[in-house]
T-cell receptor, first 114, second 110 residues
Framework: DTGVSQDPRHKITKRGQNVTFRCDPI?????LYWYRQTLGQGPEFLTY????????KSRLLSDRFSAERPKGSFSTLEIQRTEQGDSAMYLC????????????FGEGSWLTVV | AQRVTQPEKLLSVFKGAPVELKCNYS??????LFWYVQYSRQRLQLLLR??SRESIKGFTADLNKGETSFHLKKPFAQEEDSAMYYC????????????FGKGTKLTVNP
């Protein structure tokens, strides 16, 4: 599978711990997005990057959340001091190297905070 | 405010029957509308977008600005159409954010 790759696929952590998710996009130097999805809901936008610049952030992205894309290639999403409400699927997506509007999603990283 | 409403959480039809998945949106302007699909154990993928005016896997969707709707239709459902379907909206104000509905789970029975 040569699509967007996310790691880890599943993470169980204790409340208060920090977690980090990694996303490897299809190609570099394009738009890269983070979304969050909870059970019974559609994906909710968190943030997006154009190359290494973080251009838009949702209000959902509290100060415990930080996303980076240091070289315009892979991206990380860190959640500090996790809370049970952070339990969700974290989805990464990118535009796959084209300049169009098609967004390709990864398989997601499942976070369970216990 | 941008909002997408999919009124049906679950939709069940028989193979060969027509299917319509409803999507209504709220946006003060002319948005871009999309349908995404997620088959069992697969990643979310784009099904179609309104600007392309295309038919994918027999599905079509027409943007009705008067009714602010973008319903997804297929005249003859197939079992392999069983999946979660999400309607999504992107505004035209420069934001790259996609706003998704809560999704409709379609089951096509044999």
């Amino acid at each position: 599978d040569t699509g967007v790759s996310q790691d880890p696929r599943h993470k169980i952590t204790k409340r208060g711990q920090n977690v980090t998710f990694r996303c490897d996009p299809i190609s570099e130097h394009n738009r890269l997005y983070w979304y969050r999805q909870t059970l019974g809901q559609g994906p909710e936008f968190l943030t997006y990057f154009q190359n290494e610049a973080q251009l838009e952030k949702s209000r959902l992205l509290s100060d415990r959340f930080s996303a980076e894309r240091p070289k315009g290639s892979f991206s990380t999403l860190e959640i500090q001091r996790t809370e049970q409400g952070d339990s969700a699927m974290y989805l990464c997506a990118d535009t796959g190297g084209n300049s169009g509007n098609t967004i390709y999603f990864g398989e997601g990283s499942w976070l369970t905070v216990v | 405010a941008q909002r997408v409403t999919q009124p049906e959480k679950l939709l069940s039809v028989f193979k060969g029957a027509p299917v319509e998945l409803k999507c209504n949106y709220s946006y003060s302007g002319s948005p871009e509308l999309f349908w995404y699909v997620q088959y069992s154990r697969q990643r979310l993928q784009l099904l179609l977008r309104h600007i392309s005016r295309e038919s994918i896997k027999g599905f079509t969707a027409d943007l009705n600005k008067g009714e602010t709707s973008f319903h997804l239709k297929k005249p003859f459902a197939q079992e392999e159409d069983s999946a979660m379907y999400y309607c999504a909206l992107k505004g035209r104000g420069g934001s790259e954010k996609l706003v998704f509905g809560k999704g409709t789970k379609l089951t096509v029975n044999p």
